[in-house]
């Protein structure tokens, strides 16, 4: 052992023996560089914590470690045991860290309970697909929300789009965009908030953090598309296409129902004598549908095939029918409505409702909204209900000038001034 000042030339002087040396800094008690058998020289510092000698490794002589770099470490893992802290336990304990690739398998394991089984398998495609590569390897404790900005830009730009076979004849497409962005930047939210219950950093480095604008695209179809719709249904129907695709085409337009509400429908969901769908679980919960006559009566004509308990059966015995997406393109395709997706069916159940002169709580109620804001996307096309008031006001007035008040409807009576 040896005590002196360790600068460059120091160091580069020391050489190796059959047994480790120690030059001690003669200047930073406990500040050193250690030569083994071999040849390497390696920074490190000691201390005292706990009543017992302890030892951190800094690094090894050369780039980055230079004395001066190291000297200012040192410094650095010293001013810690003045603190009362131990930097040699706290490297175990970070060594151990959990990384944001080990949170992704714990928060699937203990922290989506309450989760529906479908959003479950959406968020665990966005966490292998898209966090894993990102962020995978980076302690759960270290990330930031500049971690959290870089991630979502690099979804957002694409940088993790791929094509991912999942079976021997089947593929998945992982996708970028912006709307992909925000959606794991809300499950990295979810994912740090989990992390906070389990002790394994005290913030949420995702919250807060500013989401892309997204340009919500919203399809609403007129009077004439549904009429194109309509023919290009019936024609689709004589030539053999897929009738329980058209029947579930059909039950969409009718009841604005979501795609996957209709094609797992059960028949002990459907209640005749009340005219309504009573289903157990949907997107907002437990719901009732309220079916009008059209709906009532397809559903009425619908086949029911033993031991397939699903109103629209698909193929594989005692299935619902899939595939829903290739009619619906072939359908389209005929109305001259490439730009119209499954989904707007249901924006066109809505539609109709609101330009009807429908208040949007009772569209909202229909369509199974849980917050009121949701059905806000539909004022815009709702009847003024002062020009409705006042059309059927005059309406009945002039029936009644001209002698037929029966045919106007209801007369409003008008009061003398007194």
């Known amino acids: 052992m040896a005590i002196g000042k360790i600068t460059k030339r120091a160091v580069d002087s020391l050489s190796s023996t059959d047994k480790e040396e120690y030059l001690w800094d003669s200047e930073l008690k406990g500040f050193g560089v250690k030569v083994t058998p071999g040849g390497s020289k390696v920074y490190l510092v000691q201390f005292r914590a706990g009543g017992r000698v302890r030892r951190v490794t800094i690094g090894k002589h050369g780039s980055p470690w230079t004395p001066d770099n190291a000297r200012t470490e040192a410094t650095r ?138 340009r919500r695209i919203e399809r609403f179809l007129s009077g004439e598309e549904l ?52 289903l157990p679980d949907s997107k907002t919960g437990q719901k009732t549908v309220h079916l009008g006559a059209p709906a009532l009566e397809l559903l009425a004509g619908l086949p029911r095939i033993q031991g397939n308990p699903f109103c629209f059966p ?57 917050q009121a804001a949701t059905t806000q996307r539909y004022a815009h096309l709702s009847a003024d209900p002062l020009k409705v008031a006042a059309d059927r006001i005059s309406g009945q007035i002039a029936a009644a000038l001209a002698g037929n008040p029966k045919g106007g409807g209801e007369v409003v009576p008008i009061k003398k001034a007194r």
């Open 77 to 214: 893992l010293l001013g810690m045991v003045v603190e009362g802290r131990d930097p040699a336990e706290e490297k175990i304990q970070d060594k151990k860290a959990e990384t944001m690739a080990e949170l992704c398998d714990m928060y699937f394991a203990e922290g989506v309970s309450t989760l529906k089984p479908r959003t479950v398998a959406v968020d665990r495609g966005r966490a292998e697909h898209h966090i894993k590569p990102l962020l995978g390897k980076v302690r759960v404790k270290d990330v930031t929300p500049a971690d959290v900005v870089r991630t979502m830009r690099k979804v957002a730009e694409g940088a993790t789009k791929a094509e991912i076979v999942t079976k021997p004849r089947g593929r998945a497409i992982v996708t970028g965009g912006k709307g992909v962005a925000n959606r794991v930047a809300a499950l990295l939210s979810s994912m740090f908030a989990f992390a906070i219950s389990g002790g394994m950093r005290p913030d949420n480095p995702a919250r807060g953090v500013k989401k892309f604008q997204e």
């Open 227 to 278: 009429a194109r719709l309509g023919l290009a249904m019936q024609e689709a129907e004589a030539e053999g296409l897929n009738p329980v695709a058209l029947a579930v085409m059909r039950m969409l337009l009718f009841t604005g129902m979501r795609s996957g509400e209709v094609l797992s429908l059960e028949w002990a969901f459907v209640d005749f004598e009340r005219e309504a769908l009573h």
């Open 314 to 370: 698909g193929m594989v015995e005692g299935r619902a029918f899939v595939g829903l997406t290739k009619v619906w393109m072939k359908v389209r395709e005929r109305a001259g409505l490439e730009d119209v997706r499954v989904h707007d069916l249901r924006h066109g159940f809505a539609s109709v409702g609101a330009a009807a002169g429908m208040g949007l709580p009772i569209i909202g109620a229909l369509l199974g909204h849980s």
